[in-house]
């Protein structure tokens, strides 16, 4: 065990485990009966929902946010032409020992499945593709407007988005500051119309009786999680934002055959982080990512903004923030040394890429990057160590997750169980294709 793992700090946490399964609280307990218009959700029994989301905006500060500034577009704003010249130099050496077909994860089959992996992937615009905006409708006349009670319509809509691939779905108010003000190029605008349209190369527009969104949750492969930095990991990245084109492009369909405006949307119109929390989907951590209750941090978000009047989730709370006061292992883990290590959460940005008046460790993304291009990988070492990351759901694991949502005095001792157990290493790539896995590489929970 870890020296930090004081005797005080396991009797604590035996007993604190012991406690929660003393009281009853473990799962157990019947589901209450559900009318026909009600959606049985799939949050745990430990997951409490809240009005706000439990790390605060200014609402004098948040805003819409200029895709253009964020470091994977903006890049060579940030750092000096020196410094862009050696990190390129870096990125050009790694490459010629991947072609080498010498590295573990590195190797043809890695990189031929990590290619693949794209080729759903729509290009680099908005309203392309199965991401397209246009009215999609079944033969015949114009579609009626399908006529159901909010909560019914929120079940039939949540039932769709499984239907079409997603793991877990929400569905908030439209908070237009969550909204690029500019992306791929184009103005983003709300106006009085029909219907979406784009002027190209010149702005997109968003009618404004559109006024909800549906954040969706892709998994992604813990195994293949815990190779990073490879492009086997990477391989479980494409393949999901390929799955996210399928599941947001068919949900939209779906929507527009019920007579009503549907806009989806993966990593454009605006970052799906803010989406997901205000649905009710899990919180931002550390990393300043998101983070299921369910899934952790290994997954992927999208969304689809409409005109479908549904009822509402309210965002959730369930001990992330303590539980990443107390932790940090994703801070320490971080090679490129992007992550925070402040105590606490607070409003001070660490540059022009981030977007300001949010709550959140904020990463330092020109270094993130960096290590990407050296390591000529999506590096995901912050997922595969995240505690939360387990992709074996058993009594132990429940438990643990439990007694942080409930009990943050244990949070410190159960950080530690985590580490000292071995969580969270990375695993030789080469043994990944000699698992026996499920559809996608991820095993069932």
């Not at 114009?142 to 691939?165: D, I, L, M």
């Not at 996210?244 to 527009?256: C, D, K, M, Q, W």
Request: aromatic letters at 10%; proline letters at 6%.
């Amino acid at each position: 065990m870890s020296d930090d793992l004081k005797r005080r700090d396991f009797l604590a946490g035996c007993v604190g485990a012991g406690g929660l399964a003393a009281a009853g609280v473990f799962p157990g307990a019947a589901l209450p009966s559900m009318g026909e218009d009600e959606f049985v959700s799939t949050r745990p029994w430990w997951v409490r929902q809240v009005d706000e989301p439990v790390l605060a905006i200014d609402p004098d500060v948040y805003a819409s946010y200029d895709q253009h500034k964020n470091v994977l577009s903006a890049y060579r704003d940030y750092v000096s032409e020196e410094r862009a010249r050696e990190v390129a130099e870096l990125n050009e050496a790694m490459k010629r020992d991947v072609e080498a077909g010498n590295l573990p994860g590195y190797r043809r089959e890695d990189q031929a499945l990590m290619l693949a992996g794209w080729t759903l992937r729509g290009t680099g615009n908005m309203n392309r593709g199965l991401r397209s905006w246009a009215q999609q409708r079944r033969r015949g006349d114009p579609v009626v407007p399908w006529e159901a009670s909010p909560e019914k319509a929120a079940n039939v809509v949540k039932k769709a988005a499984r239907f079409f691939g997603s793991a877990d779905a929400g569905i908030a108010l439209l908070d237009r500051r969550h909204v690029f003000s500019r992306s791929y190029g184009v103005d983003i605008h709300f106006e009085d119309v029909e219907e979406p349209y784009e002027i190209e190369n010149e702005k997109a527009v968003i009618p404004e009786k559109v006024k909800y969104a549906i954040a969706v949750v892709v998994r992604m492969s813990p195994d293949m999680a815990s190779l990073a930095p490879s492009q086997l990991c990477d391989a479980t990245s494409s393949l999901g934002y390929s799955r996210l084109e399928f599941t947001v492009g068919h949900l939209g369909a779906f929507i527009r055959n019920l007579g009503y405006t549907a806009i989806p949307s993966v990593n454009g119109l605006g970052s799906s982080i803010p989406f997901a929390v205000d649905a009710g989907l899990g919180e931002v951590g550390r990393t300043n990512r998101f983070i299921s209750p369910i899934y952790g941090p290994a997954v992927q978000l999208g969304k689809v903004l409409t005109d479908m009047p549904m009822a509402v989730d309210k965002p959730i709370h369930f001990g992330l923030k303590e539980f990443c006061i107390a932790c940090g292992r994703c801070a320490e883990s971080c090679p490129a040394k992007s992550l925070s290590f402040d105590d606490e959460p607070s409003f001070e940005i660490r540059g022009e890429w981030n977007n300001p008046g949010h709550q959140t460790w904020y990463e330092d993304g020109v270094s993130c990057f960096e290590f990407w291009e050296q390591s000529n990988s999506y590096c995901s070492t912050c997922i595969m160590v995240c505690p939360w990351a387990k992709k074996d759901k058993t009594v132990l694991h429940e438990i643990v997750k439990a007694s942080s949502a409930k009990m943050p005095i244990l949070d410190r001792f159960l950080a530690s169980m985590d580490e000292s157990f071995g969580y969270g290493r990375q695993k030789d790539p080469d043994r990944w294709w000699d698992l026996d896995l499920l559809e996608h590489g991820i095993d069932s929970m």
